[in-house]
């Protein structure tokens, strides 16, 4: 069974750095776009970053250069460093992944993990 874990959230200040990690693991052939997703109270989830297998980067004008996403294509691993974190930045962020298996590829979501940036 095909699972994204996440970890690294937790409450920062303003101002301060946060680092998310996530993980696939299970049986695939490879795992394609990774991205991160986010969901403030009330408000519907939205696109944070997304990376490609081959690097090529997409943020939320909201969040770039403060955040920065990379990945670990041997580990199957995707990371978003959070730089200068504000209040806004709060909510749930959820990992994303498009793997692929044998004869299909599917879309996963990671359980998410919180973010409070206190102001």
């Known amino acids: 069974q095909v699972q994204l874990v996440e970890s690294g959230g937790g409450l920062v200040q303003a101002g301060g750095s946060l680092r998310l990690s996530c993980a696939a693991s299970?049986?695939?052939?490879?795992?394609?776009?990774m991205g991160w997703y986010r969901q403030a109270p009330g408000k519907q989830r939205e696109l944070v970053a997304t990376?490609?297998?081959?690097?090529?980067?997409n943020y939320v004008d909201s969040v770039k250069g403060r955040f920065t996403i990379s990945r670990d294509n041997a580990k199957n691993t995707v990371l978003l460093q959070m730089n200068s974190l504000k209040p806004e930045d709060t909510g749930v962020y959820y990992c994303?992944?498009?793997?692929?298996?044998?004869?299909?590829?599917?879309?996963?979501w990671g359980q998410g993990t919180q973010v409070t940036v206190s102001s």
């Open positions: 994303n992944a498009d793997i692929r298996a044998l004869w299909s590829t599917t879309n996963y």
């Open positions: 990376i490609t297998s081959g690097g090529t980067t």
């Open positions: 299970g049986k695939f052939a490879r795992v394609n776009a």
